[in-house]
């Protein structure tokens, strides 16, 4: 409390001096949609030399997912087919590049397609990456400690009951608005850890029932994400054998995250699409606290450098990362500060205070970011539904007004980067983040609010 009243005190001083500093900040208050480009980006090269995360840090991570694929393949059967790697489908959507091109009479340059997290395995969310590998590499490292286990083991050992009873010792605890609670208590309870996922108040009913059949703890909270998260810190802290996953600073998330690109990189070779100078590559993320997007996207530079153009989607009530960002306060800021509610139905981006860890390391290669409204949300994920039979849930569709926004707001960015003649001969990613879990009854109310803001 102490600390937010703080904040609030320099804000009463300084919110005026600010909007003259950066204009757009009008709009976001106002919660207008905005594109902002990034002023600070860098070419990859210079950028790289501020990061406290390496090429080197990533493969490590992928190795590690590679050590446990046959615990995995073990357990979640429906990950058998992959052999263990928890991945999902690269799709092109023609239908919905033609209805987004009629519908905001804008033309599309260039490829479009979907990448489907809301088809991954096991918790059907972003979240099954970052927070699968972070829960993994703890009980990983508990194993090798007390010599249970050797990194060349075959992982499937760690399904018997000598190891779930050694884990039980153990306790894993998370903040969550839902889907990380998701990927780690469904984790964490399969290993035979004790496991407690504090909930915000944005959390859906269905994740808690869910969770609470597969014996997860779960605690609710009347408050937001960043209330959820600082009271399972300090549960956390007091008991020497939980480990928190920390979603607001966590290495190993962004690292687990950033694993996605070489798998990405694998898919778009299959399909023949060429990423290069001449071929260049944007991807839109939802952006919530900032993990997700920012490994991924992290991990995108590695792989493609200056030839990949990362944006990341933000609610127009819940901007934390773009307003981190533009004032360069990171975490020292949060939407409510400036009036904003955090008030959205974008659920798993409900966040009012963006992570600071991940928006300094991002802030040299994220092009830009962006807000959409929670109606804008809804229209979206009807038009999906209609044109390709794909259905995310409303957070996962915020990437998918990245391309119109682009094109339309965004030709500054584009005549900088040498890019307009490169349009034609680029491929736009939209990274669905979200969906498969969501009960059939819930998605039908989704598209119903989708059609009446269609026809209204
Ligand atoms: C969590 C989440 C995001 C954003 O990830 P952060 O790490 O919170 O930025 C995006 N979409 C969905 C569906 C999510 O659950």
């Known amino acids: 409390m102490r600390r937010s009243n703080k904040v609030k005190d320099i804000e009463f001083r300084e919110l ?9 900040l009008n709009q976001l208050i106002s919660m207008k949609e905005i594109l902002w480009l990034n002023p600070n980006i860098e070419k990859f090269k210079t950028g790289m030399k501020k990061s406290p995360l390496t090429q080197e840090d990533v493969r490590d991570a992928e190795e590690r997912l590679k050590r446990f694929a046959p615990y995995i393949a073990k357990v979640f059967p429906e990950t058998k087919k992959m052999n263990g790697i928890i991945e999902s489908p690269l799709t092109r959507i023609p239908s919905m590049k033609q209805s987004l091109e009629q519908n ?3 033309p599309i340059l260039g490829e479009l397609l979907l990448k ?3 088809h991954l395995p096991i918790s059907g969310s972003i979240k099954a990456r970052g927070g699968i590998y972070e829960v993994l590499k703890h009980a990983e490292k508990l194993a090798l400690q007390h010599q249970l286990l050797t990194i060349q083991d075959d992982y499937s050992i760690l399904d018997s009951e000598r190891f779930r009873t050694f884990f039980s010792q153990y306790s894993i605890a998370v903040g969550s608005t839902g889907n990380l609670g998701l990927s780690i208590g469904i ?29 997860v703890n779960v605690i609710e909270y009347d408050s937001d994400y960043s209330k959820a998260v600082e009271e399972g810190r300090l549960q956390a802290d007091a008991d020497p054998a939980c480990y ?9 998330l962004f690292l687990g995250y950033a694993v996605a ?19 260049p590559l944007f991807v839109y993320l939802p952006c919530g606290v900032g993990g997700g997007p920012g490994g991924i996207a992290f ?21 934390c990362m773009l307003l981190g960002l533009m004032t360069g306060l990171h975490d020292k800021i949060s939407v409510q500060d400036i009036g904003i509610d955090n008030v959205t139905d974008a659920d798993g981006l409900a966040v009012g205070r963006p992570s600071g860890f991940v928006g300094k390391t991002i802030e040299p290669f994220l092009s830009g970011n962006y807000t959409v409204s929670d109606e804008q949300l809804y229209k979206l994920l009807k038009e999906l539904i209609d044109t390709e ?19 339309k707001e965004g030709t500054d960015y584009l005549r900088r980067h040498n890019l307009t003649e490169k349009m034609s001969k680029g491929t736009h990613i939209i990274w669905g983040t979200g969906g498969n879990m969501v009960p059939e009854e819930m998605m039908m109310q989704y598209y119903q609010k989708g059609l009446n803001l269609t026809r209204g």
């Open 16 to 24: 005026e001096t600010w909007k003259e500093h950066y204009p757009l």
């Open 244 to 252: 928190f996953v920390d979603d607001e600073n966590s290495n190993d």
């Open 389 to 407: 039979g794909i259905h995310l849930e409303p957070s996962a569709l915020a990437g998918m007004i990245g391309p119109i926004k682009l094109s």
């Open 116 to 118: 489907c997290d809301s």
């Open 104 to 106: 905001y009479q804008q």
């Open 299 to 319: 991990g995108l530079k590695l792989l493609y450098q200056d030839h990949v153009h990362c944006f990341f989607a933000e609610p127009t009530h819940s901007p």
């Open 187 to 215: 984790m964490s309870a399969k290993l035979g850890f004790h496991v407690t996922v504090h909930m915000s108040a944005d959390a859906k009913q269905w994740k808690k029932d869910l969770l609470r059949n597969k014996n």
């Open 261 to 279: 690109a070489s798998r990405l990189k694998k898919q778009l070779e299959e399909l023949k699409i060429t990423i290069d100078k001449n071929h």
